[in-house]
């Protein structure tokens, strides 16, 4: 089994001093840490698939903080967004808040109050990944069912009774029951109430 990858702390700032001490910071911390210079530049290299988040500032030459976090929304890239903001920027940082970003911080910030919340972004992303990771896991299963076993499982999360699902679908209730067998083999569900969840699960993610 592969181990999960290390999270990776990106950071994206124009000024090199900035770039310099948050890595000096964080790397002292513990953290695996790789700095971009321009927003264009995270976006070049940003693979989808690293776990991590992403300390970025509002304000750069060229594409702005705000207008990667909307690049990356439009992109389908969930990394967690905390944002080095300075005063006059605090609505703006606000307005990126509602938007998905973690959180914001207004500069000069201390250490400790950066060091906090990306401890608190990994373990969102990590969560997330961890979520997706077992909705796959629940899609690949149910789509391993049968056409039958399919119909047969719509019906039983409906509710309906072995004789009832027997008599819609023209089979005999043994059939019916070698089916159900069936579908809790392949979807290694325990309990009628795991399939049930699974069920929803896949079609709720299937919705957003």
Known sequence: MDQPAQSIVNIVDDEEAVRDSLQWLLES??????????????????RPDQPGCL??????????????????????????????????????????????????LEKPFSDQALLSLIENALAFDAQARAAAN?????????????????????LVVAGKRNREIAEQLSVSIKTVEAHRAKIMQKTDAATLAELLQ???????????
């Open 198 to 208: 699974m069920v929803h699960a896949a079609s709720s993610g299937r919705a957003k």
């Open 134 to 154: 077992g909705l796959r896991s629940v899609e690949a299963r149910l789509a391993s069912l049968t056409q039958r076993e399919r119909e047969v499982m719509d």
């Open 29 to 46: 911390a513990g953290h695996a840490v790789a700095v971009h210079a321009s927003a264009e530049a995270f976006l070049s290299s940003y």
């Open 55 to 104: 300390v970025l500032d509002i304000r750069m030459p060229g594409m702005s903080g705000l207008e990667l976090q909307d690049e990356l929304i439009r992109l389908g890239h969930a990394i967690p967004i905390i944002f080095i903001t300075g005063h006059g920027d605090v609505p703006t940082a606000v307005s990126a808040v509602k938007k998905g970003a973690v959180e914001f």
